[in-house]
């Protein structure tokens, strides 16, 4: 398959990087610096591409089989929310301009729900820190599903903790805003191959999943 990787430089977007290309498939991996994916011998076309720019992104995805987006909010302390909305939004009108036929986007864990009506983000423990992000991608999520004229999506959540570490291949795979029972972590390994999945079968249009560690 023909993928084209926004933010594909990133801690979670070079996973998704390696492990699409381990599989066969050609990789278009854009970022603004268009450097090339953490890791040794990623065999990938990088290439420089800006999402925030339609025009820009609807050329680079017109041949594209699936697009995939592992963007960041802002993390310099400024609120993100606006910011991440309208890259987002500017994003998905250049996938539709492109004509690309789908797009999977690497989403967040905090609006994930661990009771009826409350999200983990409202949780009194958690952290601070990571809260404006975390409703951040909540903003970007609904703004998906607001819009059913959008072209086909689909927001993978990781689990709370995500970071670099084993590729087992094990993982739980969730469907919906349900968090998964006592999700706590997975590698970015690991998210990437649940993440690899979508883009190759596009089983799940216009659906929230989730990737957590196996029980
Ligand atoms: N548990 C959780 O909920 C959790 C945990 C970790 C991460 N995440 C999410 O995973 C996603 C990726 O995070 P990360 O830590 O991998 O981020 P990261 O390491 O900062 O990587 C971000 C990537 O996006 C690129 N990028 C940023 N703005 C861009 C733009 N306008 N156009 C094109 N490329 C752009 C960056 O390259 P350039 O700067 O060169 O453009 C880089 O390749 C984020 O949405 C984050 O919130 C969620």
């Known amino acids: 398959m023909e993928i084209v990787l926004f933010g594909a430089t990133g801690m979670v977007g070079s996973r998704i990087a390696a492990e699409a290309a381990a599989r066969g498939h050609t990789v278009t991996a854009v970022s603004r610096s ?8 990623v ?3 990088p290439a420089v591409g800006d999402a925030a720019n339609p025009a820009q992104v609807a050329e680079l995805v017109k041949n594209a089989d699936v697009v995939a987006a592992a963007l960041v909010p802002p993390r310099d302390g400024s609120d993100p929310r606006a910011p991440f909305a309208q890259l987002y939004a500017d994003f998905m009108a250049g996938v539709r301009d492109g004509g690309a036929p789908r797009t999977v986007i690497v989403g967040g864990a905090g609006t994930l729900l ?3 009506g409350t999200r983990l983000v409202d949780l009194p ?3 601070a820190m990571y809260k404006p992000e975390a409703l951040a991608h909540g903003d970007v999520l609904d703004a998906l599903r607001a819009d059913p004229t959008l072209p086909t999506w ?3 959540s990781p689990a709370p903790e995500v970071g670099p570490g084993e590729r087992t291949g094990s993982f739980r795979l969730g469907v919906g805003d349900e968090i998964l029972p006592d999700a706590s972590s997975i590698s970015a390994e690991d998210y990437a191959v649940a993440f690899v ?3 190759e079968s596009g089983a799940h249009p216009r659906e929230r999943l989730s990737v957590a560690q196996t029980a």
């Open 114 to 116: 661990v009771a009826p």
């Open 125 to 127: 423990d958690f952290p």
């Open 154 to 156: 689909t927001y993978i």
């Open 197 to 199: 999945d979508e883009l």
């Open 34 to 41: 268009g450097g090339q994916p953490d890791g040794e011998g």
């Open 43 to 45: 065999q990938v076309s």
